[in-house]
């Protein structure tokens, strides 16, 4: 199957700073990336579309001033928390589809901890 | 706003006996429902794409099917052994370019 890859796999920062987790897509072209979180005991919920070359979409809620991404290439999707605060602390995880039939290939996640 | 409910949440069996949890969607507005196993510090991995009302696929001592009129998909798991333990997501595709909604999982640990 596709590897998606992500990074870091874990991050740990202090309120106020920024963060930017990477997710690459290693052997296939992904005009379209999606970036989910799961808060505990929660499912995986939607944030955002990646669209390479415009503008992100963002599901209703999601601050999309907060949340920056950016999809400069057919293989790169980043997504930068800005002035992190500990209500962001989550964990963050993207993939980018193939197909049809747009089966979904997942990278392995980032776990946010804002102190 | 779209609901997906997965039961039972959590699952213990014994190692060789078979076992089946539940999927629910709302049935209209439907592209697709994956189905993915989620091992901890490991991506999800996709396990079916089903598209077709009546579908059935398997893949080795796994199989699900589908219903998209009554909205509800079944994965089944026969012989579970203990690298079966994970949690399996069920997630609904209204369209091909969205993304994904998901339940919140079956987390299924076997027994030896």
Redo the contacts between chains.
């Keep these: 199957g596709a590897v998606v890859s992500q990074h870091p796999s874990w991050v740990i920062c202090k309120s106020g700073t920024s963060v930017k987790i990477e997710c690459r897509s290693l052997d296939f072209q992904a005009t379209t990336m999606f970036w989910y979180r799961q808060f505990p005991k929660q499912s995986l919920m939607l944030m955002a579309t990646s669209n390479e070359g415009s503008k992100a979409t963002y599901e209703q809620g999601v601050e999309k001033d907060k949340f920056l991404i950016n999809h400069a290439s057919l293989t790169l999707s980043t997504l930068t928390v800005t002035s992190a605060h500990p209500e962001d602390s989550s964990f963050y995880i993207c993939s980018a589809p193939r197909g049809p039939p747009w089966e979904q290939f997942f990278g392995p996640g980032t776990r946010l901890t804002v102190l | 706003i779209l609901n997906?409910e997965q039961s039972p949440q959590s699952l213990h069996v014994q190692e060789g006996d078979s076992t089946n949890f539940t999927c629910s969607f709302p049935s209209s507005n439907f592209y697709?429902l994956?189905w993915?196993r989620w091992e901890t510090?490991?991506?999800?991995?996709?396990l079916f794409?089903m598209?077709l009302n009546g579908d059935e696929k398997k893949k080795g001592r796994i199989s699900a099917t589908l219903n998209t009129k009554e909205g509800y998909s079944y994965l089944y798991i026969k012989g579970s052994q203990p690298e079966d333990s994970a949690t399996y997501?069920c997630?609904f595709?209204r369209g091909?370019?969205?993304?994904?909604?998901?339940?919140?999982?079956t987390h299924l640990i076997i027994q030896p």
């Design positions: 997906v697709a994956h993915y510090a490991k991506s999800p991995e996709a794409v598209t997501l997630a595709l091909g370019a969205d993304g994904l909604t998901f339940g919140k999982g």
